[in-house]
């Protein structure tokens, strides 16, 4: 069993400038990011700077549409993850990032560069989504625990659902643009 971790300076350091945007889903959000990060941590081999690059990715990947409510937000999120790493000295990690960020919301597998590391967390969003009716073959006892180290927070339903809807039945045209076949 993949021992769980229940602290990364780099979630926290990349989430605590937003805190007090992300309001009361700062919380949800930020348990949400462990959560990813932990089931990556579980279905992708420990090698170097997995655990960081899974970090970034899980405190980016959805975060402009926590700030702003425009659900096209894949770009943007990618953009920040990108000057993230540009500040860090770790610029190679780019390509990798934004194929993470913009294939989370695959239905499909991806199985294009850096598939592992993708396709973790594709399945850790989906899991997450689906409130873990979907956990492709990932214990039940590891989702449990999860779960119950980083408990999913009202608050951040409370505040995804409604911005979700809301951008839906204002863009009916295309009302979930981050979504990927």
């Known amino acids: 069993m993949v021992e769980i971790v229940t602290e990364s300076a780099l979630i926290d350091e990349i989430l605590g400038p937003h805190q007090k945007g992300l ?6 959000y930020r348990n949400h990011c462990f959560r990813m990060l932990n089931v990556g941590r579980y279905l992708v081999p420990d090698e170097p700077h997995r655990d960081d690059r899974f970090a970034i990715m899980a405190a980016f990947h959805d975060l402009p549409f926590f700030l702003d409510g ?3 937000y894949l770009g943007g ?7 993230h ?11 990798e990032m ?3 960020i913009h294939n989370h919301h695959k239905v499909r597998p991806y199985t ?3 598939a592992p590391m ?7 969003d989906w899991i997450d989504v689906t409130f873990t009716k979907v956990r492709f073959g990932i214990a039940r006892s590891f989702i449990a625990e999860l779960r119950a180290t980083f408990p999913l927070n009202e608050a951040y339903k409370g505040v995804a659902m409604p911005m979700i809807a809301r951008y839906a039945f204002s863009h009916v045209s295309r009302p979930l ?3 990927r076949w």
Do not use: I, N
Not at 23 to 28: N, Q, V
């Open 23 to 28: 309001g009361t889903g700062y919380l949800g």
């Open 77 to 83: 999120a990618s953009d920040w993850a990108r000057d």
């Open 98 to 100: 934004r194929a993470m």
């Open 112 to 114: 294009g560069p850096s």
């Open 118 to 124: 993708v396709e973790a967390m594709r399945k850790a």
């Open 85 to 95: 790493l540009v500040g860090m000295g770790r610029e190679e990690w780019e390509p």
């Open 177 to 179: 643009p981050m979504m």
């Open 70 to 72: 425009d659900l096209d």
